[in-house]
Structure formats: structure tokens, C-alpha cells
């Protein structure tokens, strides 16, 4: 997102740019504005209305820019659509019914029809448009139809002698620091998660070896960042420090990246190890769970360390780091919007040390 939302210098916002906005910031951003005063039963009250509408509103982005839709999403997006259309009514009484207010009540036939709408959008069209824009003319509009098949032909030509992005040779695009030595507590923690994978990996204090031994040293090599698949990025440092991954039980899992190291020895290939701060679900009595779910957003706190393989990893999140007492919660939280579509929460457990009596 651009740095002067709202400004006149900014300008207006693209498709891509309209879709993070209500997909992604609008989520982590707007529950603290109806949710202030702490007392959340209250706050609710008052602007239950308030909330339904963005509820609505951004279910209904995240359906119609789904990749795969069944006709039950079909029909939830018609319910979710009636409720925002009901609820900006008693918002925006003076509100004007624009062409596009009546477009999106037949994007459920549309869905029906056609499937995902991302397969049938405007968007590729709209970017042809725009490199062809791009063309110089010279003014001679009697030439543009030759000058924009020269330009065509020249960046195919261009292309073609390029090669294809499949058979040029990946490069190595770890950023790895110099080697440090891991104490013995860190070193013990990492050599049993490795011995998941190698059972019979060796310590290196375990003397004498025997030939031929697969042994790990105790000097690691730290790595900055670390590519996922998909051209996404993860790191220990923001914004990319949170990710969700699968759990070695198999279940969908968040967690913060403390450190990502690339172990060192002889026998076998070394492979690299993240070390992350599972999250676990804040527990609440109240109603508010029910808004954070159908926002897609979850409200976490980070405490149990984990190792994971680079695998394992599904995609950085965005996310929003919310102080002590926000939210009528004692312990800092995180909210987080997976990245990944519409993501099942973690199981909570009901402690009640998390919320503020």
C-alpha cells in the first residue's frame, strides 16, 4: 500500500491496491477503532452495526477473490452482500446507489456460471491496455496500428533471446552470515531436531568417532532471509518474522521466527532450521471471536519454541502487534491475516489470565 493513502498526492488506488486495502489492512486495523473503551460487551452494543458492515464487506473480498468457490460460497456471498447493503443503510442514510451497487447483486449468478471470477477478470486486459498506452505514437495516429505491432514483435524478440525463466540456472538466494558457535544448550536443542530426519547424526563431543560418522559441529551459519516458494521471503526481521506453517502433528500452525541457521559437519548434507515462537490463540468470553472469524484475522501471543524444516513453511502473514490491555487483553497480542485464503483458527484454550476481568 502506498505511504499517502487518503492524500491528494497519492492519487486513486489500483485494483491490486483497492483489494489489499479491504482484504488485508481494513481487518487488522478497524476492530480498535469501534473497541476503545475496554469494555468490549459494551463497545459491541453501540457499534455492532458498524462492525457487521466491514464483516460483510470484506467477506465478501475475500469470496469473490477466491481461487476455488463451491455454490455454498456462492450463496454466503449473496447473505454477506444483503447484510452490508442493509447495514450501510442504517449507516449512510443519505448514501447514493451507484451502477457497481447494483452489478455485485448478480455476482452470485455469475459465480454459478462461470466459477472463481479471478479466472474471468479484466485484469490482464487492463494491463495490455496499459503497456499499449505506453507506446510512443509521435503523434501519427495513422501509424499507431504499425507502430504497436513493431513494439509487439521487439519485446517478443526480446523475450525469446532472454530464454524462458524455467531454464535459466537458479542461483543460491540465501543471504548467509559468517559462522557462530552455538552453545551447548542451543547446540543439544537443534542436533535432537535434526535427529528426526538423520537418527543416526552424532554429537561432536561424542569421542571417539567411529569412520565414517555423521557428525554435527557446533559452529552454524546464520541466514538472513530465506526464500518459500513463490518468490515470498521469511526472516527474523519484520515484516516477514511471522509465518504459518504445518506442525509436525500435521496441523496449520503461526509462529515468530527467532532464528534461521544452516548447521555444519561431515557424513551428510546439512539441512537448514528455523527456530520459531508457536502462537496460541487468545481465549475470550465474549462475542468478539465471532468478528475475528469472519474477518479471518486471529488474536495471538507467542510462547512455545519450536524447530521446523523450510518445508514446513507456508507463507509470511501479515500481522499487527497490539500493547498490553488492548482489546480488554492483560499480555501483549498479535492479530493475524493469513495470506494464504480463508485459514481455520488454531483450537484455543481457556485461560483466564488472558483477559482483563
Given at each position: 500500500?502506498?505511504?499517502?493513502?487518503?492524500?491528494?498526492?497519492?492519487?486513486?488506488?489500483?485494483?491490486?491496491?483497492?483489494?489489499?486495502?479491504?482484504?488485508i489492512?481494513l481487518?487488522?486495523?478497524?476492530?480498535?477503532?469501534?473497541?476503545?473503551?475496554?469494555n468490549?460487551?459494551?463497545?459491541?452494543?453501540?457499534?455492532?452495526?458498524?462492525?457487521?458492515?466491514i464483516?460483510?464487506?470484506?467477506?465478501?473480498?475475500?469470496?469473490?477473490?477466491?481461487?476455488?468457490?463451491?455454490?455454498?460460497?456462492?450463496?454466503?456471498?449473496?447473505?454477506?452482500?444483503?447484510?452490508?447493503?442493509a447495514?450501510?443503510e442504517?449507516?449512510?442514510?443519505?448514501?447514493?446507489?451507484?451502477?457497481?451497487?447494483?452489478?455485485?447483486?448478480?455476482?452470485?449468478q455469475h459465480?454459478?456460471?462461470?466459477?472463481?471470477?479471478?479466472?474471468?477478470?479484466?485484469?490482464?486486459?487492463?494491463?495490455?491496455?496499459?503497456?499499449?498506452q505506453?507506446?510512443?505514437?509521435?503523434?501519427?495516429?495513422?501509424?499507431?496500428?504499425?507502430t504497436i505491432?513493431?513494439?509487439?514483435?521487439?519485446r517478443?524478440r526480446?523475450?525469446?533471446?532472454?530464454?524462458?525463466?524455467?531454464?535459466?540456472k537458479?542461483?543460491?538466494?540465501?543471504?548467509?552470515?559468517?559462522?557462530?558457535?552455538?552453545?551447548r544448550?542451543?547446540?543439544?536443542?537443534?542436533?535432537?531436531?535434526?535427529?528426526?530426519?538423520?537418527?543416526?547424526?552424532?554429537?561432536y563431543?561424542d569421542?571417539?568417532?567411529?569412520?565414517?560418522?555423521k557428525?554435527?559441529?557446533?559452529?552454524a551459519?546464520?541466514?538472513?532471509?530465506l526464500e518459500?516458494g513463490?518468490g515470498?521471503?521469511?526472516?527474523?526481521?519484520?515484516p516477514?518474522?511471522?509465518?504459518?506453517?504445518?506442525?509436525?502433528?500435521?496441523?496449520l500452525?503461526?509462529?515468530?521466527v527467532?532464528?534461521i541457521?544452516?548447521?555444519?559437519?561431515?557424513?551428510?548434507?546439512h539441512?537448514?532450521?528455523?527456530?520459531?515462537?508457536?502462537?496460541?490463540?487468545v481465549?475470550?468470553?465474549?462475542?468478539?471471536?465471532?468478528y475475528?472469524?469472519?474477518?479471518?484475522?486471529l488474536?495471538?501471543?507467542?510462547?512455545?519454541i519450536?524447530?521446523?524444516?523450510?518445508?514446513?513453511?507456508?507463507?509470511?502473514v501479515?500481522?499487527?502487534?497490539?500493547?498490553?490491555?488492548?482489546?480488554?487483553?492483560?499480555?501483549?497480542?498479535?492479530?493475524?491475516?493469513?495470506?494464504?485464503?480463508?485459514?481455520?483458527?488454531?483450537s484455543?484454550?481457556?485461560d483466564?489470565?488472558?483477559l482483563?476481568?
Amino acid at each position: 500500500m502506498p505511504w499517502g493513502l487518503g492524500t491528494k498526492k497519492n492519487g486513486k488506488l489500483k485494483a491490486s491496491e483497492w483489494h489489499t486495502l479491504f482484504a488485508i489492512h481494513l481487518p487488522l486495523a478497524s476492530l480498535d477503532i469501534f473497541l476503545e473503551s475496554g469494555n468490549i460487551k459494551e463497545d459491541l452494543r453501540l457499534n455492532g452495526t458498524a462492525l457487521d458492515n466491514i464483516c460483510a464487506l470484506v467477506r465478501c473480498t475475500n469470496l469473490v477473490s477466491s481461487k476455488k468457490i463451491t455454490r455454498k460460497d456462492a450463496n454466503c456471498f449473496q447473505d454477506e452482500y444483503e447484510v452490508y447493503t442493509a447495514t450501510s443503510e442504517k449507516l449512510f442514510p443519505n448514501l447514493k446507489i451507484l451502477p457497481n451497487h447494483h452489478y455485485a447483486l448478480h455476482i452470485p449468478q455469475h459465480m454459478n456460471w462461470w466459477g472463481p471470477l479471478m479466472a474471468v477478470s479484466k485484469f490482464p486486459g487492463e494491463r495490455l491496455i496499459g503497456s499499449l498506452q505506453k507506446c510512443k505514437t509521435n503523434t501519427h495516429q495513422k501509424h499507431t496500428g504499425v507502430t504497436i505491432m513493431n513494439k509487439f514483435c521487439q519485446r517478443q524478440r526480446l523475450k525469446a533471446a532472454h530464454g524462458l525463466d524455467c531454464a535459466r540456472k537458479q542461483g543460491d538466494k540465501k543471504q548467509v552470515e559468517a559462522p557462530f558457535e552455538m552453545d551447548r544448550m542451543a547446540y543439544d536443542q537443534v542436533l535432537h531436531f535434526c535427529r528426526q530426519t538423520v537418527p543416526d547424526l552424532r554429537a561432536y563431543y561424542d569421542l571417539p568417532h567411529p569412520p565414517e560418522a555423521k557428525v554435527m559441529f557446533s559452529l552454524a551459519k546464520e541466514i538472513r532471509s530465506l526464500e518459500v516458494g513463490q518468490g515470498r521471503r521469511i526472516s527474523k526481521r519484520k515484516p516477514n518474522d511471522i509465518v504459518e506453517y504445518i506442525s509436525k502433528d500435521g496441523e496449520l500452525a503461526y509462529g515468530q521466527v527467532c532464528d534461521i541457521i544452516r548447521p555444519t559437519g561431515i557424513g551428510h548434507e546439512h539441512s537448514d532450521v528455523i527456530k520459531v515462537i508457536r502462537g496460541k490463540q487468545v481465549a475470550r468470553g465474549d462475542a468478539f471471536p465471532v468478528y475475528l472469524e469472519k474477518l479471518n484475522v486471529l488474536q495471538l501471543h507467542f510462547g512455545t519454541i519450536e524447530y521446523i524444516h523450510p518445508p514446513q513453511v507456508v507463507s509470511p502473514v501479515a500481522y499487527r502487534r497490539l500493547p498490553a490491555w488492548s482489546l480488554a487483553t492483560v499480555n501483549p497480542s498479535y492479530l493475524i491475516r493469513p495470506l494464504g485464503g480463508l485459514s481455520s483458527a488454531p483450537s484455543s484454550t481457556n485461560d483466564p489470565m488472558e483477559l482483563d476481568p
